[in-house]
């Protein structure tokens, strides 16, 4: 299927590994131009010259704090120098350290909330006068499967990805006037480095080896296994693409028959 994203401007802040590199590399395979963003510099020169090695795509590569307004600013006017428009965003972030949500303090919160809440609301806000000029666009918003069911002590977590959530919806309803897209995407398990750490931490908690924390979280995955990061990137892919063209306000699960909601 051509899914018609050649020539398209991206953004993919998080692009340095694990899930925002896959979805990068999946849109620069699809003809895309792709502008990704990591806090850590040299791994995301490093992500930028392996995308454009393995896919041919032309990349935009910029260190980037999400946390923080002036950097992120910055990407996007980088992002407009070297390309000149944005079309699609997938505003991805890592996540917050583990632990109860009650053992926290104000600092973790706010934190948390720079992370993973507003830093979606400030690159939304940068890049939907640019989309709107443009005749439209598309917005992929990553949550986790914590906005079904929480997750044991990712209490952080927990609470500011239900936020995201909301966030999406609202969005979803704002912008489909400026024919702006606005759709989540849940992952599941995804064998990344991110949930590698979540099992090492769960095992350390509960006194148990990490194969058996992992056995554990097999067991409530119908398809028995984790995802890989390129399966939900194809997801991504088809909510940016015209496939999913009278999509928006929707919620895509990535997770191998994990959530056990009905809806």
């Known amino acids: 299927m051509d899914f018609h994203l050649k020539g398209k401007i991206a ?3 998080g692009a340095g590994r694990g899930l925002g590199y896959a ?3 999946e849109l620069g395979a699809e003809g895309c131009l792709v502008s990704i963003s990591d806090l850590d510099e040299e791994a995301v020169r490093a992500a930028g010259e392996r995308l454009e090695r393995e896919t041919g795509a032309s990349v935009c590569a910029t ?3 999400i946390r ?3 950097t992120l600013e910055n990407w996007h006017r980088e992002t407009m120098r070297v390309f000149g428009g944005v079309d699609l965003l997938y505003p991805n972030a890592g996540g917050p350290p583990p632990g109860d949500a009650s053992a926290f303090d104000d600092a973790s919160w706010q934190r948390a909330f720079e992370l993973l809440l507003l830093s979606v609301v400030r690159m939304v806000r940068l890049v939907v006068p640019v989309m709107t000029e443009r005749g439209g666009g598309s917005i992929v918003i990553p949550t986790s499967s914590s ?3 929480p997750i044991s002590n990712l209490g952080l977590s927990n609470v500011m990805r239900g936020s995201v959530s909301a966030l999406a919806k609202t969005l979803a309803n704002e912008l489909a006037p400026k024919k702006i897209r606005v759709n989540q995407l849940v992952p599941g398990r995804i064998a990344t480095e991110r949930v590698a750490q979540i099992d090492e931490a769960a095992s350390r908690r509960l006194g148990i080896p990490v194969e058996e924390q992992q056995r554990r979280q097999l067991a409530n995955i119908p398809l028995g296994r984790y995802g890989e990061p390129a399966e939900l990137a194809r997801a991504a892919v088809f909510l940016f693409s015209d496939a999913a063209s009278y999509i928006t306000g929707a919620t895509l699960q990535v ?3 994990m959530i056990r909601s009905v809806v």
């Open 11 to 13: 953004m993919v802040s």
């Open 23 to 25: 979805v990068a590399r």
């Open 63 to 65: 260190a980037a704090d």
């Open 68 to 70: 923080s307004a002036e």
């Open 147 to 149: 906005i079904k069911q």
């Open 255 to 257: 997770d191998g028959g």
